[in-house]
């Protein structure tokens, strides 16, 4: 019997208008835009601006690029999964309130906080849908505004991260193409190092909690960097082990863009050359579950249909994980 596998059949990203540079974040903090592109690579960042505006505008305008460009009907989508760290709300999910925005009305929706590997985690509890032929069409959204809990007072943090995502489609397919393997991690002994200190069941907001700047994302860098440049590395290295891929055998790496220096990190354990290595964090920052999502959206022009692809990440809680698929089409 063929084994029915989920591919991704069609990917779009959506980030705002709004260019926050490094020359920016000069006037804002103590800090300098050769001192930034030396210790991240990243040079400018996006920031959604205005009332009214969370995460569920950049899922929405993700997934509405989605569904037009693969011509598919809303109604046909069966379930879409959000991941995200910066949901609109406490709930509703915000995978609730982007397939209402696109007309999904047979679909049911959820949201997975899972930080930077949120995508990862969202991408292999989809695929399982698709594989147990529950389901025939799923819609798959990283996507976070990381603003929105930064505390642009606080050098260390502001300068690292942006707002953005992006949204595939996962359909079945029995050929040897689609999402072939996953390993996903999680320690939670990680919590103290990267983390939002308030606004959660454990510590409500109050005058106190506001006034302390408790409501933005606290992270202790040089432990975070310890643990991604390992973990991530290590976890993508021991997916290509066990599905005996070689360095030559990967056309591209796809890591979460969260810093160079880590990037650089993982493609060497790997053995992988730069010239494989899709990198866009100078222009997008870190966009957290978002990260993913656009590197394929900007790379998709280069994706050819078999194409080997690791997809790697590392995020606060800790989370770290690592996807191995067989690219599902041929550039557009």
């Known amino acids: 019997m063929e084994k029915t596998r989920a591919v991704i059949t069609g990917v779009h990203g959506w980030v705002p208008e709004y ?16 001192w930034i592109v030396s210790r991240t690579g990243i040079k400018e960042r996006r920031v959604l601006k205005g009332e009214n505006q969370g995460t569920s505008v950049i899922g929405t305008k993700a997934v509405s690029g989605l569904l037009k460009k693969t011509h598919t009907d809303p109604e046909e989508i069966d379930l879409i999964i959000c991941a995200t760290v910066t949901p609109d709300m406490p709930f509703p999910a915000t995978a609730n309130i982007i397939a209402d925005n696109v007309g999904a009305k047979n679909s049911y929706s959820f949201d997975i906080s899972a930080a930077c590997s949120g995508f990862l985690y969202a991408l292999t509890i989809a695929s399982q849908f698709i594989e147990t032929g529950m389901h025939k069409k799923v819609i798959v959204i990283g996507a976070d505004k990381m603003s929105s ?57 109050t005058l106190e909690t506001v006034a302390a700047r408790e409501h933005f994302a606290f992270q202790e860098g040089s432990s975070v960097f310890k643990f991604a440049v390992t973990n991530m590395a290590e976890v993508s290295a021991q997916i290509m082990t066990k599905n005996n891929l070689k360095a030559e055998d990967v056309a591209w790496l796809v890591p979460h863009q969260a810093n160079k220096r880590i990037i650089d990190a993982t493609a060497n354990r790997m053995g992988i050359g730069m010239d494989k290595v899709m990198m866009n964090i100078e222009k997008y920052g870190n966009t957290t579950a978002g990260t993913l999502p656009l590197c394929l959206w900007d790379y998709e022009s280069r994706m050819k249909k078999g194409d080997n692809i690791i997809l790697a990440a590392f995020g606060g809680g800790f989370t770290w994980g690592s996807i191995f698929l067989k690219w599902g089409y041929d550039p557009k």
């Open 149 to 205: 809990i930064v505390d642009y007072q606080d050098r260390s943090t502001c300068i690292i991260f942006g707002d953005g995502g992006g949204a595939v489609l996962l359909e079945a397919t029995t050929e040897n193409i689609g999402i072939m393997d996953s390993m996903l991690h999680s320690d939670g002994s990680g919590a103290p190092f990267l983390h939002m200190k308030a606004g959660g069941s454990r510590k409500p907001a």
């Open 19 to 34: 260019i926050l540079t490094n020359r920016e974040l000069e006037t804002m903090v103590d800090t300098n835009d050769e």
